[in-house]
T-cell receptor, first 116, second 115 residues
Framework: KAGVTQTPRYLIKTRGQQVTLSCSPI?????VSWYQQTPGQGLQFLFE???????NKGNFPGRFSGRQFSNSRSEMNVSTLELGDSALYLC???????????????FGPGTRLLVL | AQTVTQSQPEMSVQEAETVTLSCTYD???????LFWYKQPPSRQMILVIR??????QNATENRFSVNFQKAAKSFSLKISDSQLGDTAMYFC????????????FGKGTSLLVTP
């Protein structure tokens, strides 16, 4: 079974631009979570989607948004990029469970975003 | 809000030796999950071990085991017979049981295994 895939793997943008990152979960997984990893702040939860609905949201500004499609693939968008948005963005997927549960999350390889 | 604290930013251990990584957390919840994730230089996050708070028995996965002290809110990871491939960042993480899959991570411990 293929793992979680994220595209693109590397991205360079300039301040003020916007960016869209994609995550394809493991087949059959309906929960997708996004995390931002930076040297200063560590790993921070962005948001989680389950069955096309945002179930949880972390403490990030509205410039960060996401969505999930009917095939469970997810995208996250960052508008008006700032230098501080440079980070590794990780996606994780889990088997379906309406309220969360015992299932393990599997992480993708991440997208490394550099904002100049 | 739940917080996870890893007090050891860096650790080093010789091959074949045993090392323990510390983690404490703060929560008012009684049911939750705790995890240790490993992130090698490739940046791929890999689950090492998990513990369910309602289980008193400490989890074990081959060379990896935990010491879960619920009252003390402590969750340490013991790596036995350390191998060079264990060199990585190790993250302790917390997740509530019935509100999705959002993980709260600690800052991580960088473990170096030397020959």
């Amino acid at each position: 079974k293929a793992g979680v895939t994220q595209t693109p793997r590397y991205l360079i943008k300039t301040r003020g631009q916007q960016v869209t990152l994609s995550c394809s979960p493991i087949s059959g997984h309906r929960s997708v979570s996004w995390y931002q990893q930076t040297p200063g702040q560590g790993l921070q939860f962005l948001f989680e989607y389950f069955s096309e609905t945002q179930r949880n949201k972390g403490n990030f500004p509205g410039r960060f948004s996401g969505r999930q499609f009917s095939n469970s693939r997810s995208e996250m968008n960052v508008s008006t990029l700032e230098l501080g948005d440079s980070a590794l963005y990780l996606c994780a997927s889990s088997l379906e469970s309406p309220r969360g549960g015992r299932e393990t999350q599997y992480f993708g390889p991440g997208t490394r975003l550099l904002v100049l | 809000a739940q917080t996870v604290t890893q007090s050891q930013p860096e650790m080093s251990v010789q091959e074949a030796e045993t090392v323990t990584l510390s983690c404490t957390y703060d929560t008012s919840e009684s049911n939750y999950y705790l995890f240790w994730y490993k992130q090698p230089p490739s940046r791929q996050m890999i689950l090492v071990i998990r513990q369910e708070a309602y289980k008193q028995q400490n989890a074990t996965e081959n060379r990896f085991s935990v010491n879960f002290q619920k009252a003390a809110k402590s969750f340490s990871l013991k790596i036995s017979d350390s191998q060079l491939g264990d060199t990585a960042m190790y993250f302790c993480a917390f997740r509530m049981t019935n509100s999705g899959y959002a993980l709260n991570f600690g800052k991580g411990t960088s473990l170096l295994v030397t020959p």
